[in-house]
């Protein structure tokens, strides 16, 4: 039997519609950035937006999201076009779920954001300690959603949102839902015991650690540094797995570690399954906040990453910010010069502790200079480390 994550990347992808809605806390700005990040996502899970549907509400309908002629109008758009997905911007609760799925048929599948990112991190899932992480976020997600929601399910034939737990029948009941939840509790305990071994094992070195928005471009930067062949590509969460790679500046030997992405609205499920793999975070010495400054929501970007660090516990550690991604500022006749962007930039984050680096990764731009300013941070924490080794630098 074919792997079903390779039968839909062969085949043509699905076919959906988006879903948002423009409240006083999300204004109408606001959503359609929020939106284009869920095409995005759409796409790296590999289905077609074909239309997007927006709604002003005070807040979401408690029964089905929308109004129920907004309902009506989707439905009706869904049948005449032969819609597959319908993937909602926001985490619906399970009574949503089941009443959506009712109003607009089994046969079209019915998902929001949180169910859409669980389903790319499925796919991306490569190691055992990613594949079983991802599993306890998808079983913690679902076990709300049961009552009404494996019938459905069954009747589906694989695709987005049926990556793992939602294809397997047997496990269509709570309890054996729960006792696989705690056998996945159980073996990521023993894989975070021999993670924290290799960690411990990695001696004194100072550790270094590439953080940043999913698509920042940290991977690249972690080739360009390391002289590695990382993976990388133009897709939202192409990195799962912590890697660690030693790196030498001058004399000076480090380790650099490359993790999983952050973006908003990231399912609590995937934080708290993560947690161990983002231990690499939170025991750094050094944090490389890498931006893609080309992003016209950058700013929001670094609000972002900033909230996910504090949550996981590694707000404290020094951070460096390194603007990626210069090469794709705008630089038309009636944009203004980017220099002068960078100039701006360097004056509005002046008053940040760590220092501020502007490079283009791919284009190698600025890469020397980061070198430089990498060197004298480490070579610093390693002489607060071991001062009788001052003499080597």
């Known amino acids: 039997m074919l792997d079903k994550t390779k039968q839909r990347k062969d085949g043509p992808p699905e076919r959906c519609i988006l879903v948002g809605i423009v409240t006083r806390d999300q204004p109408r700005e606001l959503l359609e950035e929020y939106l284009s990040e869920l095409e995005f996502l759409a796409r790296t899970a590999h289905a077609e937006t074909v239309a997007t549907f927006t709604q ?15 309902l009506q109008e989707i439905k009706a758009y869904v049948e005449e076009h032969c819609i597959d997905l319908i993937i909602f911007d926001d985490e619906l609760s399970p009574s949503q779920l089941r009443n959506l799925s009712e109003e607009i048929g089994e046969e079209v599948k019915v998902l929001d954001r949180s169910n859409l990112i669980l389903d790319i991190f499925a796919q991306r899932a490569r190691t055992a300690h990613a594949k079983a992480q991802v599993e306890l976020a998808q079983y913690n997600y679902l076990l ?104 030498v500046l001058g004399n000076l030997p480090f380790l650099l570690s ?27 010495d050094l944090l490389i906040h890498v931006i893609d400054v080309s992003h016209p929501q950058f700013e929001d970007h670094l609000r972002v990453v900033g909230s996910t660090l504090t949550e996981i516990g590694a707000a404290d550690r020094p951070t460096m910010l390194v603007f990626n991604k210069v090469d794709l ?65």
Not at 56 to 70: C, I, N, Q, W
Request: aromatic content about 6%.
């Open 56 to 70: 002003g509400l005070p807040h979401p309908d408690v029964r089905t999201f929308v109004g129920s002629g907004k």
């Open 329 to 393: 500022l705008p630089s038309g006749p009636e944009d203004p010069p980017v220099d002068a962007v960078l100039d701006g930039l360097r004056a509005r984050f002046s008053d940040h502790e760590g220092c501020v680096v502007f490079v283009s990764a791919i284009q190698k731009d600025g890469l020397d200079s980061l070198r430089e300013v990498l060197y004298a941070e480490v070579r610093e924490i390693h002489a607060q480390r071991f001062p009788y080794n001052s003499y080597l630098y």
């Open 258 to 284: 490359d993790t999983v992405g952050f973006i908003r609205k990231l399912p609590h499920q995937l934080i708290e399954s993560f947690k161990s793999t983002l231990d690499e975070t939170r025991e750094s």
């Open 144 to 247: 709300p959603r049961l009552t009404g929601m494996w019938t459905h399910l069954q009747k589906q034939k694989g695709g987005i949102g049926m990556k793992g737990p939602g294809e397997k029948e047997i496990e269509t009941d709570r309890r054996i839902i729960r006792d696989r939840i705690a056998a996945l509790k159980k073996d990521m305990l023993a894989i975070d015991k021999q993670m924290q071994t290799q960690r411990g094992n990695r001696g004194a070195l100072v550790r270094v650690a590439l953080v940043g928005y999913t698509n920042a471009g940290k991977s690249t930067l972690m080739n360009r540094l390391s002289k590695s062949d990382v993976f990388a590509e133009n897709k939202l969460f192409a990195t799962l797995d912590t890697t660690v790679r030693k790196v």
